[in-house]
């Protein structure tokens, strides 16, 4: 099972998510997600999904589902880098993202955080 790195910088953890990961992949990365929230503190999470070409309704509800976690921890997450056939797909299934802020790439991400993150 391939793991998914989380790296953290400052009060933010960094991950990107791999194009082909498996159900459990993703499920073991969210909870690391929320194992490295809790250990660490962090403010923020700034999840790259820029190698991901097709989304499923697993992954897509999984998505919603990491923010939603780390928002009841206390931690914003800006997922960056959607491609815009992704973009497509996440609008026609339904799916809401109340507690996910969306930027075009790591950089504005980062950006929308700092914002997001100050006192």
Not at 46 to 51: A, E, F, N, R
Not at 85 to 110: D, I, P, S
């Amino acid at each position: 099972m391939a793991r998914v790195p989380i790296v953290r910088v400052g009060p933010v953890l960094i991950s990107t998510l791999l194009s082909g990961l498996l159900d459990q992949e993703v499920l073991q990365l969210q909870e690391e997600l929320m194992d490295s929230i809790e250990q660490s503190g962090a403010r923020g999470v700034l999840l790259d999904i820029s190698t991901v070409e097709t989304v499923d309704t697993f992954l897509g509800r999984l998505l919603a589902d990491i923010a939603a976690g780390a928002r009841l921890m206390g931690a914003h997450t800006v997922v960056v880098g959607l491609q815009p056939a992704v973009a497509v797909t996440l609008v026609e299934m339904g799916l809401e993202f109340k507690a996910v802020h969306v930027a075009l790439n790591a950089e504005k991400g980062w950006a929308l955080l700092r914002r997001l993150l100050a006192p």
